[in-house]
Nanobody
Framework: VQLQASGGGLVQAGESLRLSCEAS????????MGWFRQAPGKEREFVAS????????YYAEYVKGRFTIVRDKARNTVYLQMNSLKPEDTAVYYC????????????WGQGTQVTVSS
């Protein structure tokens, strides 16, 4: 199983970024994909998740209305579109997989750095 996250970078406040998470080796129909982030000195926190069908999405309150999670079945890829970025969004972003019916994310990508300057 591999989750390859990419797309991070340095942007100014108010700008946008799109993160990608390419997955391989999974049973996609039973996988829920999530994005998490961890800022320096803080615990990792949930950002968003999506069922592999794409019909169910969930967002943390602090990103609702700014971030959108989507998936491309043909490319086995999940995207996190981040708009109106704020300095407090600065963190390492990780994608992860949770098996349908489980409460634990069992596979994680390597993380991609997002830095938002004010």
């Amino acid at each position: 199983v591999q989750l390859q996250a990419s797309g991070g970078g340095l942007v100014q406040a108010g700008e946008s970024l799109r993160l990608s998470c390419e997955a391989s080796g999974l049973t996609f129909s039973r996988s829920i994909m999530g994005w998490f982030r961890q800022a320096p000195g803080k615990e990792r926190e949930f950002v968003a998740s999506i069922s592999w069908s794409g019909r169910k999405t969930y967002y943390a309150e602090y990103v609702k209305g700014r971030f959108t999670i989507v998936r491309d079945k043909a490319r086995n890829t999940v995207y996190l579109q981040m708009n109106s970025l704020k300095p407090e969004d600065t963190a390492v972003y990780y994608c992860a997989r949770r098996l349908l019916g489980s409460t634990r994310y069992d596979y994680w990508g390597q993380g991609t750095q997002v830095t938002v300057s004010s």
